[in-house]
């Protein structure tokens, strides 16, 4: 399974952007799909993930202004970003989940400025 991730950019706070990740391959069988992020000096967290089903799960500190959606049959994951804070500023990685193992595609920057 390949990601591509895609959508990041710079962004005035208060502002939004839509961030894509489309894989390719094996892509049957996906169970989970989601959004991780990675600001400088700090460890990669959790943003948001959505199960095959259609179950979310969103860190506290994102609930309520980004929103995760997938397209199984494109394999595809999006990640809505409304109400950006400087704080979001970070590479965000897309990642995926196919049995036991877990696929990563290539960050993308997200620049939130005051």
């Known amino acids: 399974v390949q990601l591509q991730a895609s959508g990041g950019g710079l962004v005035q706070a208060g502002g939004s952007l839509r961030l894509s990740c489309a894989a390719s391959?094996?892509?049957?069988?996906?169970?989970?799909m989601g959004w991780y992020r990675q600001a400088p000096g700090k460890q990669r967290e959790s943003v948001a993930v959505a199960t095959i089903g259609g179950r979310t799960n969103y860190a506290d500190s994102v609930k309520g202004r980004f929103t995760i959606s997938r397209d199984n049959a494109k394999g595809t994951v999006y990640l809505q970003m409304n109400s950006l804070k400087p704080e979001d500023t970070a590479v965000y990685y897309c990642n995926a989940w196919r049995a036991t193992e877990s696929y990563w595609g290539q960050g993308t920057q997200v620049t939130v400025s005051s």
């Open positions: 391959g094996s892509i049957f069988s996906i169970n989970l």
